[in-house]
């Protein structure tokens, strides 16, 4: 079993920038993929980023190309979400999730609790 806990939300302005952890417990975590995905109120959930179990690729959403980056620190069971030029339609709650496999074919088998993130104009 694996736990997943999102931190680093909050409120910010538009244009600023947050930095979301997703720590996991669990000692293999090192070979699980991480993605985050985000749910805006009324809307469907999202994807929004995903990294390799290495670290060594990642892959993103098209509307935060250029603005966020994922990267993962897997010696502290930590994959981190840096999201900078943060925009009103960024609001949402932001959820990491873990699973085997690429981009194509991941199948996410632990999902956190999610983050709340509430950026104004």
């Known amino acids: 079993q694996m736990q997943l806990v999102e931190s680093g939300g909050g409120l910010v302005q538009a244009g600023g920038s947050l930095r979301l952890s997703c720590a996991a417990s669990?000692?293999?975590?090192?070979?699980?993929?991480i993605s985050w995905f985000r749910q805006a109120p009324g809307k469907e959930r999202e994807f929004v980023a995903f990294i390799t179990f290495s670290g060594a690729g990642t892959y993103y959403a098209d509307f935060v190309k250029g603005r966020f980056t994922i990267s993962r620190a897997n010696a502290e069971n930590t994959v981190y979400l840096q999201m900078n030029s943060l925009k009103p339609e960024d609001t949402a709650v932001y959820y990491c999730?873990?699973?085997?496999?690429?981009?194509?074919?991941?199948?996410?088998?632990?999902w956190g609790q999610g983050t709340q993130v509430t950026v104004s104009s």
């Open positions: 999730a873990a699973g085997k496999g690429g981009i194509t074919n991941i199948e996410y088998a632990y």
């Open positions: 669990g000692h293999t975590f090192s070979t699980y993929s």
